[in-house]
């Protein structure tokens, strides 16, 4: 693969080999932040052990 950034690989990765697919839907418990390039729109559900944040990143 190119040389593509770490934020950057998973979206390539899935422009590449699923060309089909217009979004990349991440869940997340309430305390990793982590994800600054998926969207949050206020979705929450109920995880096995804590309350997940859904977060879209749009393809």
């Known amino acids: 693969m190119m040389n593509v950034s ?4 998973l979206p390539a990765f899935v422009k590449e080999n699923f ?3 217009s979004e990349i ?3 997340l418990n309430c305390i990793n932040r982590i994800a600054q ?3 949050d729109e206020g ?3 109920m995880g096995r052990k804590d309350e997940l944040i ?3 990143y749009y393809l």
Request: aromatic share 10%; proline share 0%; no cysteine.
């Open 37 to 39: 390039v998926f969207i």
């Open 19 to 21: 060309r089909d697919v």
């Open 54 to 56: 859904i977060m879209k």
């Open 43 to 45: 979705v929450r559900v």
């Open 6 to 9: 770490k934020k950057k690989f």
């Open 25 to 27: 839907v991440l869940g």
